[in-house]
């Protein structure tokens, strides 16, 4: 069994997560952040801020999420900074 990482959702985050997704939806992106918290795109030069998309329901491929979080490592908590839809590139 894979251990999850504990991850922290901050205020900014959830105020603009509940937002864009339902409870459900805002589930599974915790859970696979805790599952593999090195999947999002590294952007470089922030020193472990990481970028990955999201799917948004009913919003295709192209009108899907963006989430913003920090990982470090193992021995720290995945922390989720922001959410948006995508109207515009990102970093």
């Known amino acids: 069994m894979t251990s999850l990482l504990a ?3 901050t205020e900014l985050y959830v105020s603009q997560a509940i ?3 339902n409870e459900a939806e805002r589930a599974v ?3 696979a952040v805790a599952a593999a918290p090195s999947m999002g795109v ?5 020193k472990g801020l990481r970028k990955m998309r999201i ?3 009913g919003r295709g491929k ?3 999420g963006r989430l913003i979080y ?4 193992e021995g720290f908590p995945a922390v ?3 959410s948006m839809q995508r109207t515009r590139p990102l970093i």
């Open 7 to 9: 991850v922290v959702e």
């Open 19 to 21: 937002k864009l997704m």
């Open 29 to 31: 992106i915790v859970d």
């Open 42 to 46: 590294l952007i470089r030069g922030t």
């Open 55 to 57: 799917p948004l329901q």
């Open 62 to 64: 192209r009108g899907g």
């Open 70 to 73: 920090w990982f470090h490592s």
């Open 80 to 82: 989720l900074l922001m």
